[in-house]
């Protein structure tokens, strides 16, 4: 049956006999202007509310929500990760289960504290802490409104009126019970040494809060005047010299003031270079010889015989400071001196440097940081680096070393170097009074962490080796924080040093926040919070010794300035939220879902406060994803005037186009996205959309419950529930494991080839033209709600809103209204579409290639011989004798020709199967009413213009047969 609105052969109009389609459904979307009113009616309605309280037969199923800074409006990260979380969750509520999804929001931490220190300027510095506090409250809460409101009009389903922030006493009170039962695990521990440590915000970083990138340094290559006698010389390296040096490579010349040993490596060999041309004598790793003498030109230097390290140390080497003449210091073995660059000895700051710390506490070498929290040395170091800034110095120190004739080489290096993720500058290593967490080399936590690793499920399976990995080769965590913003540490300290910091006094200020919030820790004394005049417990004294029993005057006690690093606190969620604000959750959850950058993040830092003193890891699975870049591959940003605003993205595509672009991207690589991207999802969903509408427009005189009919074996209805079956599984596999791109493919081209260019096309005459209640048209109409029922909920969880409009069109069907939920969203999937029979299938499987090239021959027609519509054309099937086909071919016949679309079928015999197509405009007649060329048009008196079928059904309408 064509479409064309040209009048008939035989000039009769017919069109009022026909059964086109019919429905309210519209096929331009306008989400913008829909998608508000479908949220107004879910909120009105209480949607998420009542799925809570739907029967839930598989139990409850729990994806904790990892929490977002409230910090500034939503971007595409926000979007994908939580659009993701949304699909996993409604996906999980339609299989059966209980799916509750509570946000939550990250309201401490320092790119808060820093908004609310722009905002204030320099006047914050006059403010008490209190005041600072209560302003960065009010910014955060304004951004958990934003991004609450922005969220919700991305169509996510969770409790918006009870989310979980980090401010909430409640939440803050759980996090001192992990640090509580850390510290009773003897987890937890004060010490001064290097830390990372960002100069522009002045405090202590963890590994997490760390950006690596490239960097521009001066490298140098230093000479350390050896101090010998002819007994301590080496023999190997001949007779000993007037003088000699120790050569040191170093990128950071900054550090050199805060120099206390030289590091060899015992197993290396070394050697003394003498030149040619002066006196000058250069010891280095023999190894490295070469690559130094390269340095030296035109200077020409002959290497001795080498001594090994080991050996070498037994002469006890020491040498001069080059900054700090007459001060002598020793050379020193540590096995981590590599011979990859450098010269093989290792310059060795035991304050500015974690393997140089670990080394000087060996040794018993001074922990020297001249570095005050700005990044401007103090007044001990040398008089002619006074007031310069570290990154000043570097320049400074190599002109210095070059006057006194220490510098033996320098140049420009580039290399890959930590920046604090919050401002984007350098930081540095800086020795300073720190909280760790016991969580590197053979410790209980680590080890239990380990374990936990190998009894998660991560998806891709690659972040178990990514987070394994960090984990092998992680420090102990730094947990404090030099900043207002935060969850105090409860460390309480006497008037003669010593620390109150025990499992007990912990638990004691986590019942005070329970009541009063983190805020009244610097509002109450001590003695307030400790409730107590004198307080009896261990102590840690200021050596770091643990005293078992110390008794402590609360009123002469002063509280900690220190706050927890905020990856402590959302780490702590597994216990606050779980089992704290929301204790309907339950531990542990079933999934964790975010970026990839969090296996160093909140996963880890989760994984490792739950390995402390439990005995299950807080997740059993772990979902990443990754990161947006454009559709270059380049990472987005305003310099480059790539970048997308959710708002606007929203306001040109709607929702649920941006719900299909995540779907439709693999997610576990680096995710693209434009404009033109867009754009192109956008067609991809009025594809769906027209499907939808298509096959609501023809069920609008069809009620389940009367005219459902089963169709015949052979017909394409049958090919078509073999295809929906198939779809059912395939969709329902691709939920399951989290491929939702694989589902976007499925149902995309299920609706764009299956439906729309073959079964479509297929049914469109016996739809239109045969009477209402034949069986034939009752069959594809079956088969039709059968698709429409199922595609509805395979899309529900990606296109919410277009899938509870097409719902609510649904309803409005004959007989639906009563009998279905009030939301696609509150019904529970249906069971899988029976599988069709193979002995039924198989035929099609023969036939579908064939009707391809049939196709093909079609548009040939059409290209070479004008051949506009496919009604004036004839399919001649060749039976391929003796195929056992050959005597159910008069059932296949006619539903060839509907899917090809053509007017007419006759077979022939041949040695093969084949579709023959022939343009037959000069040989039939044109039905008036289905536009069919068929040899039967005029065999009916009465109605001359019509093929005999058609005849029949105009004679039984006009006796009022339906």
Not at 46 to 59: A, F, I, N, T, V
Not at 179 to 185: G, K, S, V
Not at 715 to 739: F, I, K, N, P, Q
Request: hydrophobic letters at 35%; proline letters at 7%; one cysteine or more.
């Amino acid at each position: 049956m064509s479409n064309t609105t040209e009048a008939t052969p035989s000039g009769n109009d017919y069109r009022h006999t026909l059964n086109l389609p019919k429905t309210t459904f519209d096929m331009k979307a306008n989400l913008t202007q829909r998608e508000p009113k479908m949220l107004a009616h879910w909120n009105e309605h209480k949607l998420y509310e009542r799925l809570r309280h739907e029967p839930h037969p598989k139990g409850r199923w729990v994806l904790h929500d990892g929490p977002p800074y409230a910090n500034g409006d939503i971007h595409l990260g926000h979007l994908i990760n939580k659009v993701l979380k949304d699909i996993v969750i409604k996906y999980r509520t339609m299989q059966g289960y209980d799916a509750p999804f509570v946000l939550g929001w990250d309201c401490h931490g320092l790119p808060i504290e820093s908004a609310v220190q722009k905002d204030l300027g320099p006047k914050m510095r006059h403010l008490p802490i209190s005041e600072v506090r209560h302003k960065c409250r009010d910014y955060a809460q304004k951004y958990v409104k934003l991004q609450s409101e922005s969220f919700q009009r991305l169509g996510v389903f969770g409790d918006f009126e009870h989310p979980y922030l980090t401010i909430d006493p409640l939440y803050e009170a759980g996090i001192l019970d992990v640090l509580a039962n850390l510290r009773q695990r003897d987890l937890v521990y004060r010490q001064r040494k290097p830390v990372h440590w960002c100069t522009s915000d002045q405090t202590a970083l963890a590994e997490a809060e760390l950006e690596y990138a490239d960097r521009k340094d001066l490298s140098v290559y230093v000479k350390f005047a050896l101090r010998f006698t002819a007994d301590t010389w080496p023999k190997a390296w001949g007779a000993a010299p007037a003088s000699a040096h120790l050569v040191i490579w170093t990128t950071t010349p900054w550090t050199l003031p805060a120099n206390r040993a030289v590091a060899i490596n015992p197993q290396h060999n070394y050697v003394c270079l003498r030149s040619s041309t002066n006196r000058d004598v250069l010891v280095v790793a023999a190894e490295r010889a070469g690559h130094i003498a390269t340095l030296t030109e035109p200077a020409q230097y002959a290497p001795s015989d080498p001594i090994s390290g080991a050996a070498w140390l037994e002469h006890k080497p020491q040498y001069e400071h080059p900054l700090d003449p007459g001060r002598i210091q020793p050379v020193v073995a540590a096995d981590y001196v590599t011979l990859d660059d450098g010269t093989g000895l290792v310059h060795t700051a035991p304050g500015h440097g974690t393997e140089d710390w670990q080394t000087g506490r060996r040794y018993g070498l001074d922990v020297y940081c001249p570095v005050l929290p700005d990044g401007r040395y103090d007044d001990s170091v040398p008089m002619f680096l006074h007031g310069q800034t570290i990154w000043q110095a570097n320049a400074v120190v190599a002109e210095h070393l070059k006057e006194k004739g220490l510098l033996l080489f320098s140049q420009e290096f580039n290399h890959s170097y930590p920046h604090c993720w919050r401002c984007r500058k350098p930081v540095i290593f800086r020795a300073t009074e720190q909280w760790f967490v016991r969580a590197s080399g053979q410790s209980s936590l680590l080890q239990n962490a380990r374990k936990f690793v190998d009894s998660v499920e991560w998806i891709p399976a690659w972040g178990k080796n990514r987070i394994s990995g960090m984990l092998d080769t992680r420090p102990d965590w730094c947990i404090s924080r030099q900043r207002t913003w935060g969850v105090p540490i409860p460390a309480f300290f006497d008037t003669e040093g010593n620390i109150l910091f025990s499992t007990k006094s912990i638990r004691q200020v986590a019942e005070f926040v329970r009541r009063h919030g983190a805020d009244a820790w610097y509002t109450h004394t001590p003695q307030a919070i400790l409730s107590a005049e004198t307080w009896e417990d261990q102590a840690i004294t200021p050596d770091g010794e643990v005293l078992p029993h110390h008794r402590f005057n609360t009123q002469d006690l002063r509280k900690g300035g220190d706050i927890l690093d905020v990856w402590f606190e959302s780490g702590a969620s597994h216990h606050a939220v779980l089992e704290g604000t929301h204790p309907q959750l339950g531990y542990p959850a079933n999934m964790y879902l975010e970026g990839s950058d969090q296996h160093r993040g909140w996963f880890q830092a989760s994984l490792l406060e739950a390995a402390g003193y439990r005995q299950e890891p807080p997740f059993k699975q772990v979902l990443t994803h990754g990161f947006v870049v454009d559709g270059q591959g380049r990472k987005m940003s305003k310099s480059l005037g790539n970048d997308i605003k959710v708002s606007d993205a929203l306001r040109d595509f709607g929702a649920d186009v941006l719900r299909l672009w995540v779907s439709s991207i693999d997610y576990q690589h680096d995710i693209p996205c434009s404009k033109d991207l867009l754009t192109r999802l956008g067609e991809s969903y009025r594809k769906i959309r027209n499907t939808i509408r298509y096959l609501l427009g023809n069920l609008y005189d069809f009620d389940p419950a009367q005219h459902a009919c089963a169709p015949e074996p052979h017909s394409v209805d049958t090919w078509m529930l073999g295809e929906l079956s198939d779809l059912y599984a395939g969709v329902h596999d691709a939920y399951d494991r989290y491929e939702f791109h694989r589902v976007f493919r499925l149902l995309h081209d299920f609706c764009n080839v299956n439906v729309s260019a073959i079964y479509a096309k297929a049914i469109k005459d016996r739809l239109y033209c045969e009477l209402p209640n034949a069986p034939r048209r009752r069959a594809s109409q079956t088969v039709c709600h059968a698709i429409l029922s199922q595609l509805v909920q395979l899309i529900a969880p990606i296109l919410a809103f277009t899938a509870d409009e097409t719902w609510q069109a649904m309803r409005q069907l004959p007989g639906q209204a009563t009998t279905t939920a009030a939301s696609i969203h509150e019904q529970p999937f249906l069971p899988a579409p029976p599988a069709i029979a193979e002995e039924l299938r198989a035929p099609w499987q023969l036939f579908m290639p064939l009707i391809d090239g049939a196709l093909k021959q079609l548009d040939t027609l059409k290209r070479s011989d004008g051949l506009g519509n496919p009604l004036d054309a004839e399919v001649v099937v060749v039976i391929a004798k003796g195929h056992p086909l050959s005597e159910q071919m008069k059932f296949y016949g006619p539903e060839i020709e509907d899917v090809l679309g053509v007017g007419y079928h006759r077979f022939e015999h041949g040695d093969l199967w084949a579709l023959q197509i022939h343009d037959v405009r000069n040989k039939y007649a044109s039905c008036a009413r289905s536009w069919k060329r068929r040899p039967d048009v005029g065999s009916d008196r009465q109605y001359p213009d019509l093929s005999a079928r058609d005849a029949a059904v105009m004679r039984q309408l006009g006796a009022g047969q339906p």
